[in-house]
């Protein structure tokens, strides 16, 4: 209904002419013969609307057949839906289409390239994440096996090293799945007490090095996301309490579950994050405060954690107080399933 009207108001000069015209006409006949006028104004006026509306409606039907048409040629700028629209809105505006067609057609051209060479991106983003794992892994052989003959300051720098090259892999090929055209995200119902060992496993020289005290009270419960999305968030909030640990650092992993939502909620006794920078650490490149031992920080972290949480229908939040530590919470949505709990 409203684009009707808007027709009428863009046809409203020439509708408003018609009726005049119209109008004239009954005067003229009036004047004539008063007596026929009499006799026959049932049958003026009668014609008088039927013509006016015929006009309008030819006028909306000739809008909708053009909007068609051009909604067609936008998403198909081809020969076929191009004459078909020139046949529509006439010859007159035959050079506007053929202007607008030339346009599209450089404009997708352009998108299809784009699009090609961002999948050639992808493509050699994973292909290296994947090469690089191999020296990671002989690095992570060596730790293990040699341990005992190399010094333990040595070998926690080791450790270090290889889990920040770990961890900026990991965001590369995280912001390179997020960013990408295609995300390979599979749902199912997983083990969230496993999921959250395997990430303190991946942890655990660093935290055991830093003398990390973990008060883990989550129970064997299921949660349905993407397990690897799910492992790529824990990692980059327990990576975090590593970082910005202070004196007996403590970590904490909680589960608290609700009628509609269930909480998982991860803290450390870190450095924290100061009230003014709170409302931004999500952001890309934020760092904050880069005194305090956020120096080396990239503000990546956490802005790949808030996306790929969004992504997996998750909602994450933080807390923190300067100098008392640092929270970060997921909310699971509640999804029924027969046998939630693991036996």
Same mark, same amino acid.
């Given at each position: ?5 808007q027709?009428? $108001?863009?046809?409203?000069p020439w *509708?408003s #002419?018609l009726?005049?015209v ?7 006949l ?9 006799a *026959? ?7 008088s609307?039927?013509?006016f =509306? #015929?006009?309008?409606w030819i006028?909306i ?7 068609? #048409?051009?909604?067609?040629? %936008? %998403?198909a ?5 191009? @004459?078909k ?20 057609k450089e404009r ?9 060479a961002?999948k050639?991106y992808?493509e ?6 994947h ?7 002989? %690095? ?5 096996n ?20 770990? @961890? ?11 960013k990408?055209t295609q ?7 997983? /083990?969230?007490l +496993? ?11 660093l ?6 005290r973990?008060?883990?009270q ?7 996301t993407?397990?690897?999305?799910l ?12 970082k910005?640990?202070?004196k007996?650092p403590?970590l ?12 998982? /909620?991860?803290?450390?006794? =870190?450095i ?7 409302? $931004? ?12 031992g ?6 990546m972290? %956490?802005?790949?954690a ?13 807390? +923190? ?16 399933e027969q ?5």
């Amino acid at each position: 209904m409203r684009h009707k009207m808007q027709i009428l $108001y863009r046809y409203l000069p020439w *509708l408003s #002419a018609l009726l005049a015209v119209d109008g004239l006409s009954v005067l003229l006949l009036w004047l004539a013969d008063a007596k026929a006028f009499r006799a *026959l104004s049932a049958v003026v006026l009668l014609a008088s609307l039927f013509l006016f =509306g #015929a006009v309008v409606w030819i006028l909306i039907v000739r809008e909708r057949k053009q909007m068609q #048409a051009f909604e067609a040629f %936008l %998403l198909a700028p081809d020969e076929y839906h191009q @004459e078909k629209l020139i046949k529509t809105l006439g010859v007159s505006r035959a050079d506007g289409v053929l202007m607008l067609g030339t346009a599209l057609k450089e404009r997708q051209s352009a998108c299809s390239k784009a699009e090609e060479a961002l999948k050639d991106y992808e493509e050699y983003v994973e292909s290296w994440a994947h090469e690089i794992k191999a020296p990671l892994f002989l %690095l992570t052989l060596l730790l293990d096996n040699r341990r005992d003959e190399i010094s333990g300051p040595v070998s926690f720098k080791i450790d270090y090293v290889r889990s920040r090259i770990q @961890e900026f892999v990991n965001q590369m090929l995280y912001y390179a799945r997020l960013k990408g055209t295609q995300k390979d995200y599979l749902f199912e119902w997983v /083990s969230l007490l +496993s999921c959250i060992e395997e990430v303190l496993g991946d942890y655990r020289p660093l935290l055991k090095e830093k003398k990390f005290r973990i008060d883990q009270q989550v129970p064997a419960c299921r949660v349905y996301t993407d397990k690897r999305g799910l492992r790529f968030i824990l990692a980059q909030a327990i990576s975090n309490a590593v970082k910005y640990s202070g004196k007996n650092p403590r970590l904490s992993i909680s589960w608290a579950e609700g009628k509609e939502n269930s909480l998982l /909620s991860i803290r450390d006794n =870190g450095i924290g994050v100061k009230a003014c920078d709170l409302p $931004y650490i999500f952001e890309k490149g934020f760092t904050g405060d880069t005194k305090g031992g956020r120096k080396k920080a990239t503000g990546m972290g %956490l802005y790949l954690a808030k996306k790929m949480a969004d992504d997996l229908k998750l909602t994450v939040e933080a807390g +923190s107080e300067w100098g008392c530590g640092f929270e970060l919470t997921l909310t699971f949505p509640k999804v029924a399933e027969q046998g939630n709990r693991e036996s």
